[in-house]
């Protein structure tokens, strides 16, 4: 017997390098991010033409563009483009009414089953107030989480002057979302103009889109990036396990150490983008990125921020991240869970979600 045999009985036990690879390849999580109908679908095109900022090692992050509307879709940069409902609405749209959106995507369902079913995290955006997103949506949401997807939701709301139709619309949707989701991330639109009065209506929607794909990337990120300090997939169960309306806020601050941290946290707790407020939160995510000069004390620090600004009985879960790029820095990002709001009795709705 080899000195080797005797130090390591079991040594067949062993796997050589090729067969580790594919293990943690078959570990990968499976991410998908479904944008539905126009707004959802324009949200995540501008998502895939950046997909060099979700990749990662133990991950795959996929975009699917979903809409009743072909011509919409051929403008539209994505993983895969699905015309949902195609004998109902003959690829041109639902009419700006949410039940052709949902009869639409109960049409589809075998093959939004094929997709879902290989999701570990299904991200369903959608805007709210149309036909497709507010009606498609929910139902491509349920169909994901009845195949055991995390499933998280984020809508945007219109504004005002899109008329009080649009407005009831929006207000049902969001309730058939968080029957169909596991949480929704809210972004008003509304809140979004008030913020930038005097920009383009493009330039603002851009932004909106810029600031829903920072809470994908950081949603994403929050379990699937190696780092000192890492959340993974179970603690995305338990924090969604709050269920209720999600909110999301981000900051950043060049201002000097003992300043940075606590100026980046206002700004995310602030959330400027949503009606319900972090504060009110019972789960919260604190990710938290900086260069190497980041101090252990600034990672205390940002920690009893979080802690001083939810309820006592919250769960508070932290990951951070060291990057070159943010040497001077700090950004804060914040995903809170469980807000009470005006949609706390989503049953009330008539939807069914089966066909």
Not at 9 to 34: G, R, S, Y
Not at 75 to 100: M, Q, S, W
């Amino acid at each position: 017997m080899s000195d080797t045999d005797s130090m390591f009985p079991d040594a067949d036990a062993f796997i050589d390098e090729e067969e580790l690879k594919k293990i943690v390849e078959d570990t990968k999580q499976k991410i998908l991010v479904f944008g539905v109908g126009g707004a959802g679908s324009n949200t995540i095109s501008m998502m895939a033409q950046k997909k060099d900022m979700f990749e990662s090692e133990s991950a795959e992050v996929y975009f699917i563009a979903t809409n009743t509307d072909a011509q919409h879709l051929k403008t539209i940069n994505a993983d895969y483009r699905f015309v949902i409902g195609k004998e109902l609405c003959k690829g041109r749209g639902a009419g700006a009414d949410p039940k052709v959106g949902e009869e639409a995507a109960k049409e589809s369902s075998a093959e939004i089953d094929n997709l879902v079913k290989q999701a570990n995290i299904a991200i369903i955006v959608a805007g709210m107030g149309g036909g497709t997103g507010t009606g498609a949506g929910p139902v491509i949401a349920y169909r994901a989480n009845m195949n055991n997807a995390i499933t998280i939701g984020i809508a945007s709301t219109p504004l005002e002057a899109e008329g009080k139709v649009r407005e009831t619309n929006a207000d049902a949707g969001i309730k058939n979302f968080l029957r169909a989701t596991d949480t929704v991330i809210l972004f008003s639109n509304k809140k979004l103009l008030e913020m930038v009065p005097k920009e383009r209506i493009d330039a603002a929607f851009s932004l909106a889109n810029s600031i829903m794909m920072d809470a994908i990337i950081g949603i994403v990120e929050s379990v699937t990036k190696t780092n000192s300090v890492n959340t993974e997939i179970t603690d995305l169960k338990k924090l969604i396990s709050r269920k209720g309306i999600g909110a999301f806020g981000v900051g950043i601050s060049d201002s000097p150490p003992g300043q940075r941290v606590k100026e980046a946290f206002q700004q995310a707790i602030n959330n400027p983008f949503s009606d319900v407020k972090i504060r009110d939160a019972k789960g919260l995510l604190i990710s938290i990125i900086g260069g190497p000069d980041l101090a252990s004390s600034e990672h205390m620090e940002a920690m009893k921020l979080a802690k001083d600004s939810v309820s006592e009985n919250a769960l508070i879960i932290q990951r951070y991240e060291t990057k070159l790029e943010y040497e001077g820095r700090v950004k804060i990002i914040l995903f809170a869970t469980g807000i009470k709001s005006d949609y706390d009795n989503p049953n009330n709705t008539d939807i069914s979600f089966d066909n």
